[in-house]
Protein backbone atom coordinates (compact mmCIF):
# COMPACT_ATOMS: atom_id res chain seq x y z
CA UNK A 1 0.00 0.00 0.00
CA UNK A 2 2.87 1.69 0.94
CA UNK A 3 5.00 1.69 -2.02
CA UNK A 4 1.82 1.89 -4.40
CA UNK A 5 1.19 5.90 -2.84
CA UNK A 6 5.08 6.18 -3.09
CA UNK A 7 4.61 5.44 -6.72
CA UNK A 8 1.76 7.85 -6.76
CA UNK A 9 3.32 10.68 -5.37
CA UNK A 10 6.39 9.98 -8.03
CA UNK A 11 4.20 9.66 -10.89
CA UNK A 12 2.07 13.47 -9.93
CA UNK A 13 5.25 14.92 -8.87
CA UNK A 14 7.21 14.09 -12.50
CA UNK A 15 3.93 15.19 -14.60
CA UNK A 16 4.04 18.59 -12.23
CA UNK A 17 7.56 19.22 -13.85
CA UNK A 18 6.60 18.31 -16.89
CA UNK A 19 4.24 20.70 -17.17
CA UNK A 20 6.43 23.43 -15.54
CA UNK A 21 9.20 22.91 -18.35
CA UNK A 22 6.55 23.49 -21.29
CA UNK A 23 4.92 26.35 -19.53
CA UNK A 24 8.75 27.73 -19.24
CA UNK A 25 9.25 26.64 -22.88
CA UNK A 26 5.96 28.38 -24.44
CA UNK A 27 7.24 31.73 -22.58
CA UNK A 28 10.37 31.65 -24.25
CA UNK A 29 8.84 30.87 -27.64
CA UNK A 30 6.05 33.53 -27.70
CA UNK A 31 6.62 36.04 -30.45
CA UNK A 32 9.11 38.97 -28.27
CA UNK A 33 7.22 41.69 -30.87
CA UNK A 34 4.72 43.26 -27.76
CA UNK A 35 7.83 43.96 -25.26
CA UNK A 36 10.49 44.70 -27.67
CA UNK A 37 8.65 46.88 -30.13
CA UNK A 38 5.61 48.58 -28.69
CA UNK A 39 2.39 47.90 -29.97
CA UNK A 40 0.98 51.22 -31.92
CA UNK A 41 4.47 52.40 -31.55
CA UNK A 42 6.13 54.12 -35.12
CA UNK A 43 7.91 51.55 -35.82
CA UNK A 44 5.17 48.49 -35.12
CA UNK A 45 3.29 50.04 -37.58
CA UNK A 46 5.64 50.27 -40.35
CA UNK A 47 6.58 46.87 -39.49
CA UNK A 48 2.62 45.62 -39.59
CA UNK A 49 1.98 48.04 -42.08
CA UNK A 50 -0.60 49.23 -40.86
CA UNK A 51 -2.15 52.52 -42.03
CA UNK A 52 -4.14 55.19 -39.84
CA UNK A 53 -8.19 54.56 -40.35
CA UNK A 54 -9.29 58.09 -41.00
CA UNK A 55 -6.56 59.05 -43.00
CA UNK A 56 -7.90 56.00 -44.99
CA UNK A 57 -11.55 57.28 -44.70
CA UNK A 58 -10.32 61.05 -45.88
CA UNK A 59 -8.45 59.56 -48.85
CA UNK A 60 -9.13 56.80 -50.89
CA UNK A 61 -5.37 56.36 -52.58
CA UNK A 62 -4.29 55.82 -48.52
CA UNK A 63 -7.46 53.38 -47.46
CA UNK A 64 -5.82 51.23 -50.74
CA UNK A 65 -2.85 51.06 -48.73
CA UNK A 66 -4.83 50.11 -45.91
CA UNK A 67 -6.57 47.20 -47.91
CA UNK A 68 -3.12 46.41 -49.34
CA UNK A 69 -1.13 46.46 -45.80
CA UNK A 70 -4.03 44.22 -44.36
CA UNK A 71 -3.87 41.12 -46.82
CA UNK A 72 -0.06 41.33 -46.88
CA UNK A 73 -0.34 40.67 -42.90
CA UNK A 74 -3.24 38.09 -43.51
CA UNK A 75 -0.50 36.17 -46.06
CA UNK A 76 2.41 36.57 -43.97
CA UNK A 77 0.57 35.00 -40.91
CA UNK A 78 0.80 38.80 -38.70
CA UNK A 79 -2.81 39.27 -38.80
CA UNK A 80 -3.70 42.01 -35.86
CA UNK A 81 -7.52 41.45 -35.74
CA UNK A 82 -8.26 45.56 -35.69
CA UNK A 83 -11.28 46.53 -34.10
CA UNK A 84 -13.00 43.74 -33.28
CA UNK A 85 -13.73 44.63 -29.36
CA UNK A 86 -16.65 45.42 -27.30
CA UNK A 87 -16.07 48.77 -26.78
CA UNK A 88 -15.65 49.25 -30.99
CA UNK A 89 -18.65 46.98 -31.12
CA UNK A 90 -20.99 49.37 -28.96
CA UNK A 91 -19.45 52.62 -30.75
CA UNK A 92 -20.69 51.65 -34.48
CA UNK A 93 -24.04 51.58 -32.44
CA UNK A 94 -24.47 55.37 -33.87
CA UNK A 95 -23.13 55.24 -37.14
CA UNK A 96 -20.96 53.74 -39.84
CA UNK A 97 -17.97 55.84 -41.76
CA UNK A 98 -16.29 52.95 -44.07
CA UNK A 99 -13.07 53.71 -45.63
CA UNK A 100 -13.90 51.31 -48.56
CA UNK A 101 -16.66 49.29 -50.22
CA UNK A 102 -16.09 46.05 -51.47
CA UNK A 103 -18.00 44.56 -54.26
CA UNK A 104 -17.26 40.95 -54.21
CA UNK A 105 -18.80 37.05 -54.53
CA UNK A 106 -20.67 35.60 -52.34
CA UNK A 107 -18.42 32.66 -52.42
CA UNK A 108 -17.81 31.53 -48.24
CA UNK A 109 -14.18 31.00 -48.96
CA UNK A 110 -13.28 34.54 -48.97
CA UNK A 111 -13.91 36.63 -46.20
CA UNK A 112 -13.12 39.94 -46.95
CA UNK A 113 -12.44 41.67 -43.36
CA UNK A 114 -10.27 38.58 -42.48
CA UNK A 115 -8.28 38.40 -45.59
CA UNK A 116 -7.81 42.04 -45.35
CA UNK A 117 -7.17 42.22 -42.00
CA UNK A 118 -10.33 44.79 -40.70
CA UNK A 119 -12.50 44.93 -38.30
CA UNK A 120 -16.01 46.40 -37.61
CA UNK A 121 -17.00 49.03 -39.69
CA UNK A 122 -13.93 49.82 -41.62
CA UNK A 123 -15.91 47.47 -44.46
CA UNK A 124 -19.08 48.25 -46.70
CA UNK A 125 -19.61 45.31 -48.91
CA UNK A 126 -22.17 44.00 -51.44
CA UNK A 127 -21.64 40.45 -52.52
CA UNK A 128 -23.39 38.27 -55.16
CA UNK A 129 -21.91 34.99 -57.08
CA UNK A 130 -19.78 36.65 -59.74
CA UNK A 131 -19.71 39.98 -57.91
CA UNK A 132 -22.93 40.62 -60.30
CA UNK A 133 -24.12 43.71 -60.31
CA UNK A 134 -28.33 45.14 -60.72
CA UNK A 135 -30.42 47.40 -59.33
CA UNK A 136 -30.12 46.43 -56.02
CA UNK A 137 -26.25 46.24 -55.95
CA UNK A 138 -26.01 50.06 -57.93
CA UNK A 139 -28.08 51.75 -54.85
CA UNK A 140 -26.16 49.81 -52.05
CA UNK A 141 -22.79 50.92 -53.78
CA UNK A 142 -24.19 54.54 -54.13
CA UNK A 143 -25.71 54.48 -50.63
CA UNK A 144 -22.16 53.97 -49.26
CA UNK A 145 -20.38 56.10 -51.65
CA UNK A 146 -23.19 59.37 -51.10
CA UNK A 147 -24.51 58.91 -48.00
CA UNK A 148 -21.69 57.28 -45.75
CA UNK A 149 -18.64 58.53 -47.66
CA UNK A 150 -16.93 55.51 -48.57
CA UNK A 151 -14.32 56.54 -51.58
CA UNK A 152 -12.56 53.33 -52.38
CA UNK A 153 -14.30 51.11 -54.47
CA UNK A 154 -12.96 47.83 -55.03
CA UNK A 155 -14.63 45.17 -57.32
CA UNK A 156 -13.00 41.90 -56.01
CA UNK A 157 -13.45 38.79 -57.85
CA UNK A 158 -11.60 35.12 -57.12
CA UNK A 159 -9.54 31.80 -58.02
CA UNK A 160 -12.02 29.42 -59.12
CA UNK A 161 -15.16 31.33 -59.08
CA UNK A 162 -18.09 28.71 -59.79
CA UNK A 163 -20.22 31.70 -61.41
CA UNK A 164 -17.36 32.37 -63.33
CA UNK A 165 -17.12 28.85 -64.67
CA UNK A 166 -20.54 28.50 -65.22
CA UNK A 167 -20.81 31.35 -68.11
CA UNK A 168 -17.42 29.87 -69.32
CA UNK A 169 -18.99 25.99 -69.31
CA UNK A 170 -22.27 27.65 -70.10
CA UNK A 171 -24.26 24.05 -68.64
CA UNK A 172 -27.69 23.83 -68.21
CA UNK A 173 -28.63 25.51 -65.14
CA UNK A 174 -31.65 25.84 -62.52
CA UNK A 175 -33.99 29.03 -61.50
CA UNK A 176 -32.48 32.33 -62.03
CA UNK A 177 -29.24 31.09 -61.82
CA UNK A 178 -29.03 31.84 -65.71
CA UNK A 179 -29.31 35.67 -64.74
CA UNK A 180 -25.83 35.25 -63.17
CA UNK A 181 -24.25 33.44 -66.00
CA UNK A 182 -25.86 35.64 -68.85
CA UNK A 183 -24.31 38.68 -66.98
CA UNK A 184 -20.45 36.64 -67.11
CA UNK A 185 -21.22 35.45 -70.82
CA UNK A 186 -19.76 38.54 -72.32
CA UNK A 187 -16.41 38.34 -70.41
CA UNK A 188 -16.00 34.82 -71.49
CA UNK A 189 -16.39 35.60 -74.84
CA UNK A 190 -14.44 38.65 -74.82
CA UNK A 191 -11.42 36.19 -73.35
CA UNK A 192 -12.16 33.34 -76.13
CA UNK A 193 -12.08 35.85 -79.07
CA UNK A 194 -8.59 37.22 -77.67
CA UNK A 195 -7.26 34.04 -77.41
CA UNK A 196 -6.61 33.43 -74.18
CA UNK A 197 -7.95 30.40 -73.74
CA UNK A 198 -5.57 28.35 -72.56
CA UNK A 199 -5.98 29.64 -69.15
CA UNK A 200 -9.81 30.19 -69.85
CA UNK A 201 -11.10 30.11 -66.42
CA UNK A 202 -8.49 32.39 -64.73
CA UNK A 203 -8.44 35.23 -68.03
CA UNK A 204 -12.33 34.81 -67.61
CA UNK A 205 -12.25 35.22 -64.04
CA UNK A 206 -9.73 38.56 -64.45
CA UNK A 207 -11.78 39.70 -67.40
CA UNK A 208 -15.13 39.64 -65.26
CA UNK A 209 -13.75 41.90 -63.11
CA UNK A 210 -12.36 44.20 -65.45
CA UNK A 211 -15.96 44.65 -66.63
CA UNK A 212 -17.63 44.96 -63.78
CA UNK A 213 -14.99 48.11 -62.89
CA UNK A 214 -15.56 49.43 -65.87
CA UNK A 215 -19.73 49.39 -64.91
CA UNK A 216 -19.15 51.27 -62.06
CA UNK A 217 -17.04 53.77 -63.13
CA UNK A 218 -19.95 54.35 -66.43
CA UNK A 219 -22.61 54.30 -63.64
CA UNK A 220 -24.91 57.53 -63.69
CA UNK A 221 -25.93 59.75 -62.17
CA UNK A 222 -23.47 58.90 -58.96
CA UNK A 223 -20.70 57.11 -59.64
CA UNK A 224 -19.88 58.22 -62.98
CA UNK A 225 -19.57 61.72 -61.82
CA UNK A 226 -17.69 61.05 -58.73
CA UNK A 227 -14.99 58.87 -60.28
CA UNK A 228 -14.42 61.90 -63.28
CA UNK A 229 -13.86 64.35 -60.71
CA UNK A 230 -11.26 62.31 -58.53
CA UNK A 231 -14.08 62.04 -55.72
CA UNK A 232 -13.96 58.18 -55.61
CA UNK A 233 -11.61 55.82 -56.87
CA UNK A 234 -12.75 52.43 -58.71
CA UNK A 235 -10.33 49.33 -59.03
CA UNK A 236 -10.68 45.49 -59.41
CA UNK A 237 -8.43 42.69 -57.91
CA UNK A 238 -8.52 39.11 -57.91
CA UNK A 239 -8.21 36.93 -54.64
CA UNK A 240 -6.24 33.66 -54.57
CA UNK A 241 -7.99 31.06 -52.72
CA UNK A 242 -4.58 29.21 -52.59
CA UNK A 243 -2.12 31.67 -51.15
CA UNK A 244 -4.40 34.12 -49.50
CA UNK A 245 -3.25 37.26 -51.40
CA UNK A 246 -5.02 39.58 -53.43
CA UNK A 247 -3.49 41.03 -56.44
CA UNK A 248 -4.65 44.27 -57.83
CA UNK A 249 -5.20 43.81 -61.72
CA UNK A 250 -2.69 46.64 -63.15
CA UNK A 251 -5.41 47.62 -65.94
CA UNK A 252 -7.82 48.90 -63.32
CA UNK A 253 -4.88 50.37 -61.81
CA UNK A 254 -3.39 52.67 -64.32
CA UNK A 255 -4.64 56.41 -65.15
CA UNK A 256 -6.57 56.96 -62.27
CA UNK A 257 -7.67 59.73 -60.91
CA UNK A 258 -5.72 62.29 -59.01
CA UNK A 259 -8.16 62.59 -55.49
CA UNK A 260 -9.84 65.60 -55.03
CA UNK A 261 -12.07 65.67 -51.89
CA UNK A 262 -15.56 66.05 -52.63
CA UNK A 263 -17.41 69.41 -51.38
CA UNK A 264 -20.36 69.32 -48.92
CA UNK A 265 -23.52 68.38 -50.23
CA UNK A 266 -22.11 66.97 -53.76
CA UNK A 267 -23.70 63.38 -53.24
CA UNK A 268 -25.18 63.12 -56.80
CA UNK A 269 -23.49 66.40 -58.60
Known sequence: MTRNCLLLIGLFLFGFGQDLQAQRRNRTSQPTTATSTPIDSAKWRAEHYVVDRDSAYADPY????????????FV???SIKPRQ????LMSTSTGQKPFATIVGCSDSRVPNEIIFDQGVGDLFIIRTAGQVMAQA???SIEFAT???GSKLIVVLGHQACGAVDAAVKRPEVPGHIVTLVNSIKPAAQKVRAMGM???MLENAIRQNVIEQVNE???LDPILARKYQKGEVI?????YQLSTGKVEFIPETMKDLPAFKAPAANSSSK
Open 216 to 218: LRD
Open 234 to 238: IVGAV
Open 146 to 148: AVL
Open 137 to 139: SYG
Open 62 to 73: IGLRKLMGGNRR
Open 85 to 88: DRAI
Open 76 to 78: ENK
Open 197 to 199: GEK
